[in-house]
């Protein structure tokens, strides 16, 4: 099965930026996409982000728009997220999945498999 790495989170001032990371092993990205998701205390999960090289498909959370840069490194079988201009309210839990890559559809249903979450704590 797909296995999922998420690094990269921590403690940042609001204005700040962090860089997470989802390192992919037995996996490929002619088969899969990735999306990133997160989950605040007493909230629902939520999809942030996504990225196809099926079809070259990205997206963005209209909350994170502007802000939130998805890309990846073929190579490393890594897919980042650069998180710039950091609010609190982006402090939440965040996983990386894989599966498929719906722009204006962030939908967890859509990932078969996930790694373990990385906890962005942003201070005011």
């Known amino acids: 099965d797909v296995q999922l790495q998420a690094s990269g989170g921590g403690l940042v001032q609001a204005g700040g930026s962090l860089r997470l990371s989802c390192a992919a092993s037995r996996f490929t990205f002619d088969n899969y996409a990735i999306g990133w998701f997160r989950q605040a205390p007493g909230k629902e999960r939520e999809g942030v982000s996504c990225?196809?090289?099926?079809?070259?498909?990205?997206g963005y959370a209209d909350s994170v728009k502007g802000r939130f840069t998805i890309s990846s490194d073929n190579a490393k079988n890594t897919v980042y997220l650069q998180m710039n201009s950091l609010k609190p309210e982006d402090t939440a839990v965040y996983y990386c999945a894989a599966g498929a890559c719906r722009p204006r559809e962030l939908e967890d249903f859509l990932y078969d498999y996930w790694g373990q979450g990385t906890l962005v704590t942003v201070s005011s």
């Open positions: 990225l196809s090289k099926i079809d070259g498909s990205i």
